[in-house]
Every structure is written in structure tokens, then in C-alpha cells.
């Protein structure tokens, strides 16, 4: 499904701060990203009709990008408006009854940090496992201890074929561990939000893939 070095970008209206988030995704995807997460988080979220039209807009963006579009938690929202897919978390519904619902048709990705969680999520039909945070970061309040790359290189183990997303403060100047340990993607969010050049730092995060230019 990954190809390596593919960049999972995910952004939801908080994270965009001052900035029009439906820019900046059009600029992530005319810079190279590969893969769109929408994660609409936090106290001033957006929800019901609103958060729908955002999705669908979000979406014809991607579209028009050939790049798929993934929703996260909000199973109900994927299926509604036929995303390409759902990314849930431990917290959330099991990833087991969120294949059972979406069908095999509709990509389904798990948040794990640990070789039995991703075992279980493997099991229960997990297309890829999102992993980490890898690094300190700032942009989920409810993010776990780091872990740096120990995690991922003992799924990788463990798991040879299993497609793993790195996350959590990853960055174009950190993230070569991340692709050394086996992860076929990294998933960033402020990488590309605080960048001045977003095209560049989707340059550079590929590169640190290979180390050439």
C-alpha cells in the first residue's frame, strides 16, 4: 500500500491557527504529499454539517491530487461521504468492528505503540499502523511518552511485511532514524504547517529517505 518514502500529512482546522487549512492542504498537495488525514480535534472542532462540508472540500482537494483521503475517528463521516479510508486510535472503536462496518473496501488504519497491539490490530484486518509519537511533540495534548524508533524497528521484527507510519515530531531534520527502522511512511502535521516552504520541507522530508538530493 506504502511506498517508501511516502509523507501522510494530517491537519484539522486547530492546527491551522491564523491560517486558511484549506490552503495549506492545497499547498501540502501540490508540494508531494501522499496520503491526507483530516483529524477535527479539540474544544473549537468543527462538527455536524459544518465539519461535513469541511470533509467534502477537503476531499475534492485530494481528488483532484490523486492522493486518498483518510478520516479520522469519525467512522460514521468516512462512510457517509465514501473517504478512502479511517484511521483509529486504542481509545476508539475496535479496529475489528470498524472493518466489520467499512467493508474491505475503505483503507483502515490503527494507532498502535506496542508489538501485541499491533498484532491485535494485524488480526483485525489493520491495513497499516500508525506509530509513535517517535519524538516529543506539541501537536496532540494527549500524546504518550516518545519512544523513539525502538517500537517500530520491534514490529518491523516481528511483523516484516506489516506497513508502519511513523509519528510524533517528526520532522525533514530528524526523520532518517524513521526510515532506517523500517517505517515505509512518516505522518507529520507541524512539519509542514510551520513551514515557510511547504513544498521544500516535503522536498527534504523524502529525501532524508536516501540522503540525495
Not at 496520503?35 to 454539517?49: D, H, T
Not at 483503507?107 to 519524538?135: F, I, Q
Request: hydrophobic share 40%; aromatic share 6%; net charge negative.
Amino acid at each position: 500500500m506504502y511506498s517508501k518514502p511516502s509523507i501522510y500529512f494530517i491537519l484539522g482546522t486547530q492546527n491551522a491557527v491564523n491560517r486558511d487549512p484549506l490552503k495549506l492542504l492545497e499547498e501540502a498537495l501540490k508540494g508531494g504529499i501522499n496520503y491526507f488525514q483530516l483529524r477535527e480535534k479539540g474544544s473549537n472542532a468543527l462538527v455536524g454539517r459544518e465539519l461535513k462540508e469541511f470533509a467534502l472540500k477537503c476531499q475534492s482537494l485530494c481528488r483532484l491530487h490523486n492522493v486518498p483521503f483518510i478520516v479520522n475517528d469519525d467512522v460514521d463521516l468516512a462512510h457517509d461521504i465514501q473517504a478512502d479510508g479511517i484511521h483509529v486510535g486504542q481509545e476508539d472503536l475496535s479496529a475489528a468492528s470498524v472493518r466489520a462496518y467499512i467493508g474491505k473496501g475503505m483503507t483502515l488504519g490503527v494507532s498502535v505503540h506496542s508489538v501485541e497491539e499491533a498484532k491485535r490490530a494485524l488480526e483485525d484486518g489493520a491495513d497499516y499502523l500508525g506509530m509513535g509519537p517517535v519524538y516529543g511533540t506539541n501537536s496532540k495534548s494527549d500524546a504518550k511518552k516518545p519512544s523513539g524508533v525502538t517500537k517500530i524497528e520491534e514490529v518491523k521484527k516481528r511483523f516484516p511485511v506489516a506497513q508502519v507510519i511513523g509519528i510524533g515530531g517528526i520532522t525533514s531534520y530528524n526523520a532518517g532514524p524513521v526510515w532506517e527502522a523500517g517505517a515505509a511512511g512518516i505522518a507529520v502535521i507541524s512539519a509542514i504547517v510551520d513551514a515557510e516552504n511547504i513544498a521544500e520541507e516535503i522536498r527534504r522530508l523524502k529525501i532524508s529517505c536516501t540522503g540525495v538530493e
